[in-house]
């Protein structure tokens, strides 16, 4: 049985993976979401909102969906931060838990292929992984990027 839910293990190794993407992609998506807000070519519509048929008007829309981009670019840099701080608790040169991410995440590698690279078992490799996941789930928990609904409804991320 694992220390913390299975959404939340996989949350944090989904935002790890992606890492190098974060900023950039929340960083265009409020750009897009900006111009859209913007485009005086784009047609009104007919008064209706998306959701539910509640009014609502085009420059309303469009100032829900860059508050939302603003909202998941913010939470991007949150977990830039995480992994700063991941990277000095368990530095890649220094310790087999940055390692073993920097493999797996970064490189690529699976666990079998990380254990035949060092010679280790898979085992111990699993271990090292999981020792740097939680640790990443919890300092991803105070900084508010995991919420209580991933425990209760195993919903990670469904947007951020």
Aim: aromatic share 6%; charged share 30%; proline share 4%.
């Amino acid at each position: 049985m694992s220390v913390i839910p299975e959404a939340a293990y996989e949350a944090v190794e989904k935002k790890r993976r992606q890492r190098d993407k974060l900023i950039r992609k929340a960083e265009e998506a409020v750009a897009k979401a900006r111009a859209r807000a913007t485009d005086i070519s784009a047609p009104s519509g007919g008064g209706i909102g998306p959701k539910g048929g509640l009014p609502g008007s085009r420059v309303e829309r469009g100032a829900m969906n860059v508050i939302r981009a603003e909202k998941r670019l913010e939470n991007a840099r949150k977990w830039i931060a995480v992994f700063q701080k991941m990277d000095e608790i368990f530095p890649v040169e220094d310790s087999n838990e940055g390692f073993v991410a920097s493999m797996i995440y970064g490189n690529g590698m699976s666990q079998a292929d990380l254990a035949r690279f060092t010679g280790c078992s898979r085992q111990t490799i699993r271990v090292r992984q999981d020792r740097y996941v939680i640790r990443c789930a919890f300092l991803a928990a105070q900084a508010g990027l995991i919420r209580e609904e991933v425990e209760r409804y195993g919903d990670a991320d469904p947007k951020d």
